[in-house]
C-alpha cells in the first residue's frame, strides 16, 4: 500500500504561484511513476504532469508546459508541482497519484493509488 497526502493549496491571484507537495509513505515508491492531475467542478479529471522517480524524467500536459514543474524528493519521499504564471483555468482540485508503471502515463486508470487533493483557486 502507498499513502499520499498532498499539501499547499490555496487562494492566489492570477499571475501567482503556488507549489503543491505530495508525501508518500508505505510501500516504496522508488520504482514508481507519480503523477499530478487536477479536476474542475463538472469536468472530468485531467493529466497535469508527472514523473519518474527513479529517472527524474517529467512529461507534462501541454496546457501547463512552461508554466508548471515537477520535481520530486527522494530523502523525503516527496514530490513537487511548483506552479507559476496561474490562470483562472487552472481552478481545480489537485490530486497526486502513484503508478507501478515505469513510464510516465496520462490516463488515470492506470493509477493505482491517490492522495486526498488539494484546492488551488486562483482569482483574477
Known amino acids: 500500500q502507498v499513502q499520499l497526502v498532498e499539501s499547499g493549496g490555496g487562494l492566489v491571484q492570477t499571475g501567482g504561484s503556488l507549489r503543491l507537495s505530495c508525501a508518500a509513505s508505505?510501500?516504496?515508491?522508488?520504482?514508481?511513476?507519480m503523477g499530478w492531475f487536477r479536476q474542475a467542478p463538472g469536468k472530468e479529471r485531467e493529466f497535469v504532469g508527472g514523473?519518474?522517480?527513479?529517472?527524474?524524467?517529467?512529461y507534462y500536459a501541454d496546457s501547463v508546459k512552461g508554466r508548471f514543474t515537477i520535481s520530486r524528493n527522494s530523502a523525503k519521499n516527496e514530490v513537487y508541482l511548483q506552479m507559476n504564471s496561474l490562470k483562472s483555468e487552472d481552478t481545480a482540485v489537485y490530486y497526486c497519484?502513484?503508478?507501478?508503471?515505469?513510464?510516465?502515463?496520462?490516463?488515470?486508470?492506470?493509477?493505482?493509488?491517490w492522495g486526498q487533493g488539494t484546492q488551488v483557486t486562483v482569482s483574477s
Open positions: 497519484a502513484a503508478s507501478p508503471h515505469t513510464e510516465v502515463r496520462i490516463y488515470p486508470p492506470s493509477y493505482g493509488y
Open positions: 508505505g510501500r516504496t515508491v522508488s520504482s514508481y511513476t
Open positions: 514523473i519518474s522517480w527513479s529517472s527524474g524524467s517529467a
